[in-house]
């Protein structure tokens, strides 16, 4: 029974870490598209670029998250 709940935990972590960027990728090319298309004057364009800057926040913060993690692993690797 410990071995399921180890592969279980396994596969919940591995859909947290793929699934977590590429719904925030998804996110941003969206909101992206969305903005592009929908015209200045329209009522829903102030709606769609807070989405945009939301989405584009959230994946600046991944990516620093991911630079961040890099590094510390580097220094890591570094004084072993």
Sequence with gaps: M????ILIME???LILIIGIP????I??????????RTPKDHPKYKGRKTAFIVSAVL???????IIGFMVLLT??????
């Design 11 to 13: 596969i919940i972590e």
């Design 22 to 25: 590429v719904g925030l990728l």
């Design 59 to 65: 994946l600046g913060l991944l990516t620093a998250l």
């Design 75 to 80: 220094s890591a690797m570094n004084h072993m």
């Design 2 to 5: 410990n071995d399921v709940n």
């Design 27 to 36: 996110f941003f090319i969206v909101s992206l598209v969305n903005l592009c």
